[in-house]
C-alpha cells in the first residue's frame, strides 16, 4: 500500500502519523484519531491490508463525530470499517467510479 500523508474527512484534512509501536496508556493500538490534533496515527508495523482497516475505522470514527455521533460502540464501526473494505476490494469497479 502507498503510505497516504493526509486524508480529508468532511471539512477537516487529517495527517496521517505512522509509529512504531503505537501506545497508549501502555497498551498496544493498531490506530487512533485525535480530533483535537487533526492527526490520525496507525502503527507503522502492520500489514498493508490491516493498514487500510485500520485507517477505514479511524475514518468512520471521524464521520460519526462530524455527525454528533461519538459514543459508537467499537464494534460497530470496525464491522462497518471491515465490510466498507470489502466492498471496495471485491468491486474495483465501482471503487474506480468513484474516483471519476
Known amino acids: ?9 468532511g471539512a477537516i484534512h487529517y495527517t496521517v502519523k ?3 509501536d503505537l501506545r497508549r496508556d501502555g497498551q498496544k493500538l493498531d490506530g487512533q484519531i485525535q480530533h483535537s490534533d ?3 496515527s496507525l502503527d ?3 500489514n498493508s491490508q490491516a493498514t ?10 471521524a464521520i460519526f463525530l462530524q455527525i454528533g ?3 459508537i460502540s ?3 464501526v ?21 474516483l471519476k
Open 18 to 20: 505512522y509509529v512504531h
Open 38 to 40: 487533526t492527526k490520525i
Open 78 to 98: 470496525d464491522a462497518l470499517a471491515y465490510g466498507v473494505y470489502q466492498v471496495l476490494r471485491d468491486n474495483p469497479t465501482l471503487a474506480r467510479e468513484m
Open 52 to 61: 487500510v482497516q485500520v485507517l477505514l475505522h479511524e475514518t468512520i470514527h
Open 1 to 9: 500500500m502507498k503510505k497516504i500523508n493526509s486524508l480529508k474527512i
Open 69 to 71: 455521533r461519538q459514543n
Open 44 to 46: 507503522a508495523d502492520m
Open 74 to 76: 467499537e464494534g460497530v
